[in-house]
Each structure stands twice: as C-alpha cells, then as structure tokens.
C-alpha cells in the first residue's frame, strides 16, 4: 500500500471494523471521509458473484467521462483483465480479505498512467458480505482526466492483506505481478490515428 489515500481510507475501515470480520456499510459515514470521497466507490454482489457499482465518487466517474453506477466492476479493465479482475473483487467481499491492486490506467487515446485500487469487504444490511468499500487514487494525476474518457484498467500487481498487520509495514509486503496489457494497447493506439471519420495506420510509402 503506497498512496496515502489507500492508507487513510484502510486505516479508517479498521476502527469501524472493530473486532469483526468487516464493518457494516451503515458504519461508514461519508463526512469522516470526505477528503478521500471523490476517489470512493461501493459495489454490491450479486448472486451470480458479479459486482456492481452502488455508487461512485466524483474522481473516478470523470477518469470514465460518466457514471458509473450500475454498471459491473470487471467492466473497468481491458479486455484480458475482466475475469481476474471480478475474480478479485468477488473474493474480497466474500472472503473479507482486504486487497491492493497496482494498475497502468489506459485512455482511449493511448495515454497511460499509474495508479492504486484499494478494495475493503463490508458487510450489507443482512449481516452477509455482500459488498465492498473501494477506493481508486492515481500517483500523478495527468491532465487529460475527464477530457480523454478511460479505456481500460491493466492489473499490474496484486497484494492481499492481513487486516491484523500494522499499516505502516503494508507498502513492504510482497505483490504478486502481473503482465500489463497496457502498454501493448498504448502502442497500438499510437500506431494509429483518426482523421475525420477515418482511421490512418503508419506505415506505407514516405516519398
């Protein structure tokens, strides 16, 4: 865990959290985190162990150019990346296992930039666990967020967390890597470029 986000954000999924597996979405109370807010996301599982957007913040709607709510959250990752991606998520709420994602965040015209997912399991009003708590914070916010509409998410690295470690030693702990897509993506989108209602490939002639 490296964004100061994630930290602030797990740090307070803990004191809610208390003794039990996971706090109660009712525990959590938007003012005590109203600086993280806009990077905050909750998703709902459903039956067929498919997460949904509840809700989103601010920061991550405007990285898509629109909101989010209901749709699914492996939808967010390139097209290799959906099934490990809601695998992931399904696991966190139904396990209570915290997790950490590293991602390359892929615009739709080839830009690339990095970014940290933080996923915390809380529990319905059932008592099940159900849904989780989210959080998206990017390292170096890049200029054309809400002008150049996401692509797609590139997992990166994976990192389960033991809920009972201190914090401050989670940045140390192991991450599983991952191949990114990313940068296979970027480099097909610089191949190219749009023109009117046309696509232009490099390559050909140069005379």
Not at 51 to 62: D, K
Not at 88 to 114: E, F, H, I, K, N
């Amino acid at each position: 865990m490296k964004h100061k986000n994630s930290l602030q954000l797990f740090e307070y999924w803990m004191a809610k959290r208390g003794k039990r597996v996971a706090p109660n979405r009712t525990d959590i109370e938007p003012a005590d985190i109203r600086e993280v807010l806009p990077h905050v996301f909750i998703c709902d599982l459903n039956a067929d162990l498919q997460l949904s957007f509840r809700l989103a913040g601010t920061a991550l709607c405007s990285l898509c150019c629109r909101e989010l709510k209901g749709s699914t959250f492996g939808a967010l990752w390139l097209a290799d990346g959906v099934r490990n991606a809601s695998r992931t998520g399904a696991a966190v709420a139904t396990r209570a296992t915290p997790a950490v994602l590293s991602l390359d965040v892929l615009s739709t015209g080839g830009r690339v930039t990095q970014a940290e997912m933080l996923l915390l399991p809380i529990t319905g009003p059932t008592g099940e666990h159900d849904r989780l708590i989210g959080l998206l914070s990017l390292f170096k916010p890049p200029y054309w967020v809400g002008h150049d509409p996401l692509a797609g998410f590139s997992t990166t690295g994976i990192r389960f967390i033991d809920p009972s470690r201190d914090p401050v030693f989670l940045a140390n702990r192991p991450e599983v890597g991952l191949s990114s897509a990313a940068n296979v993506m970027r480099t097909q989108a610089l191949e190219s470029r749009k023109v009117a209602h046309l696509v232009v490939l490099d390559g050909g002639r140069r005379d």
